[in-house]
């Protein structure tokens, strides 16, 4: 019989009932150190009072209003997010899949409204994630995702991460965009350099291609900058965010230049929920705190920390662990064993990882996590290891 939720999960049997800053409270009483942090979404750890305080004062308030009408804090966190990025103007949706969802229809409006609608074409890359719609599995173009859910939404190609010789073959006179993960998440934990990215900004200048940066994982402060990109000194023409960006609240958001988003007239998008007061009052405080440079000079400071440690516990474990990856507080470990593993001998542990293609372990922590923590997760981690070597 089918279970009463539909069964695409592989759970893990622990239910969590409290949150408390790294820490997870198991329905027995166990105190889990989270560097899961729900996918990198509690990006000030769980139960921030700040946070609890911005959404329990708005839920007294008012819930809902729908966009039919002005709802200021929406107003304010666009005008925040404008402030702090390259963008001139926002879409909030609920998820990062939603966001895919308009940044490429954003995308092919553009050259609609430019004449050019034959330009629809967009260029994405192996192992990328950009959720599970239908639009988002037709850009990331995994089997594991698209097998049986065709006819896939056409005008979708692929290249293979880091080949710069068939991403320059591939654009054409058809070309409206090519999306990208500044650093890929699913896919693995792999960061694209620097110099590949100012090398896409050029490519994509030269031929007029929009570009689209993926940051619904690795943005809001991740990395050590508010976004991703800025590390590369380029920026893009669409960004979709999501995940951190609520703290645990769901919000998403399409951010863009105003040449980007200028097919984007009156009743060309919409969303019930999208901007909602509870989600925006939760981002503006989301936005004001990560934003802070001392705050993000501490996620880069933590990120070279944990960084150094999990490379001594590599180099303690090498039949257990190849090699560590990332950038700032996201960051994954490539495993010699299964990576499911490794996970689930964390769960002895205490412990909360994710694991993530090519065989990567993912440690996402609250970008709150201390250096105390770090520590213990990477005591914890060792500990983990030496129970798969003796097994
Ligand atoms: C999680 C993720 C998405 C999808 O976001 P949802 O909120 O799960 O819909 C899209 N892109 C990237 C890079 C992600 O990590």
């Known amino acids: 019989m089918i279970p009463t939720l539909l069964p695409t999960y592989a759970r893990a049997p622990l239910s969590f009932v409290k949150g408390e800053g790294s820490w997870l409270i198991e329905a027995d009483g166990r105190r889990f150190l989270d560097l899961a942090a729900g996918i990198a979404v509690t990006a000030l750890g769980h139960a ?211 040449e980007a988003a200028s097919g984007m007239g009156l009743g060309t998008h919409g969303s019930t929920y999208g901007g909602n007061p509870l989600g925006c009052a939760v981002g503006c405080a989301v936005i004001d705190h990560v934003s802070d440079p001392a705050f993000l000079a501490e996620v880069a400071r933590k990120g070279a920390l944990m960084r150094q440690k999990l490379e001594g516990l590599v180099a303690s474990h090498p039949d257990v662990f190849d090699s560590v990856r990332g950038a700032g507080l996201m960051l994954g470990i490539k495993c010699k064993v299964p990576n499911t593993d490794v996970v689930q001998s964390g769960y002895a542990q205490l412990l909360l990882t994710v694991p993530a293609a090519d065989n990567v372990v993912r440690l996402l922590p609250p970008l709150t996590i201390t250096d105390a923590e770090i520590a213990e997760a990477v005591d914890r981690l060792e500990a983990s290891a030496s129970s798969l070597e003796t097994s």
């Open 48 to 258: 921030h009072p700040k946070l609890v305080a911005a959404l329990t004062e708005q839920a007294g308030e008012l819930w809902h209003t729908s966009n039919l009408y002005q709802i200021p804090k929406q107003q304010m966190l666009a005008d925040k997010l404008c402030d702090q990025s390259f963008a001139d103007t926002v879409f909030f949706t609920n998820s990062g899949t939603e966001a895919c969802e308009l940044a490429v229809k954003m995308a092919r409006k553009y050259w609609h409204e430019k004449g050019q609608p034959e330009r629809s074409e967009i260029l994405a890359f192996t192992g990328s994630f950009h959720g599970r719609s239908s639009a988002g599995i037709a850009a990331a173009g995994s089997e594991k995702m698209t097998k049986g859910f065709g006819p896939l939404l056409p005008g979708f190609k692929h290249l293979e991460f880091g080949d710069h010789d068939a991403l320059t073959a591939a654009v054409s006179d058809q070309t409206a965009a090519i999306i990208i993960e500044p650093v890929q998440g699913e896919g693995g934990i792999r960061p694209v350099p620097d110099q590949c990215l100012k090398g896409l900004r050029e490519l994509c200048d030269t031929h007029g291609i929009l570009l689209i940066f993926d940051e619904v994982q690795c943005g809001v402060g991740r990395t050590g900058k508010l976004f991703a990109h800025e590390w590369a000194g380029v920026t893009p023409d669409i960004m979709m965010v999501a995940k951190g960006i609520g703290g645990g609240f769901p919000i998403g958001a399409v951010l863009a230049t105003e």
